[in-house]
């Protein structure tokens, strides 16, 4: 069936250091992926989607782009900061509904100073 | 504009008591979906409410319900409550839930049951 596998936390990294969290895929179909980041006692918000394959998706310095054939959609950052830390779902839909999200388990991310 | 608003934040429960929780999405938005988030299981889908009707439904037994009311806000309810179903409970919103309308998130209700 549909699912979302990405990488296990946490992660800890440097202030000013590159991110990558890895994120892939299965499903039937051509899903829209997502980016969503959750910070401690906070609901998710949206930090970035893409509904196509070779679509890039950014904000914040944040990117990650859709690659169909490696059903991979991983999250970048060239120099993360403290405020970055937070933990990361990456998802996809199904079903075409917003609705049918369906997540990863999350990547807790801790920058340090 | 005021975001999605889920009440109570907190709720302890026993175990077979029934609880409610409701959730207020944005002025506006007629799609409501529910999440259940666990350390063990992560985020999975409950359901989704469009217009007073369940569009969508994942997998989770007859115990868990919800409704959908004319003015969009959503209730849901758990019946003979399990340890298990200790979670936290996240509701979000968008304007039609379609496939590529953003989806916004409230803070959550925290279920403890006893």
């Known amino acids: 069936g549909n699912s979302v596998t990405q990488m296990e936390g946490p992660v800890t990294l440097s202030e000013e250091a590159f991110l990558t969290i890895n994120c892939t895929y299965t499903?039937?179909?051509?899903?829209?992926l997502f980016w969503y980041v959750q910070y401690p006692g906070e609901g998710l918000q949206l930090l970035l989607k893409?509904?196509?394959?070779?679509d890039k998706g950014s904000n914040k310095g944040f990117e990650a782009t859709y690659r169909k054939e490696t059903t991979s959609f991983h999250l970048e950052k060239g120099s993360v900061q403290v405020s970055d830390s937070a933990v990361y779902f990456c998802a996809q839909n199904y079903g075409g509904s917003q609705g049918n999200l369906i997540f990863g388990k999350g990547t807790k991310l801790s920058v340090k100073p | 504009k005021a975001g999605v608003t889920q009440t109570p934040r907190y709720l302890i429960k026993t175990r077979g008591q029934q609880v409610t929780l409701s959730c207020s999405p944005i002025s506006g938005h007629r799609s409501v979906s529910w999440y259940q988030q666990t350390p063990g299981q992560g985020l999975q889908f409950l359901f989704e409410?469009?217009?007073?009707?369940?569009?969508n439904k994942g997998n989770f037994p007859g115990r868990f319900s919800g409704r959908q009311f004319s003015n969009s806000r959503s209730e849901m309810n758990v019946s003979t409550l399990e340890l298990g179903d200790s979670a936290l409970y996240l509701c979000a919103s968008s304007s039609t839930g379609g496939w590529n309308t953003e989806a916004f998130f409230g803070q959550g209700t925290r279920l403890t049951v006893v």
């Open positions: 893409a509904t196509k394959a070779d």
């Open positions: 499903a039937t179909g051509y899903p829209s």
């Open positions: 409410y469009f217009s007073e009707t369940q569009r």
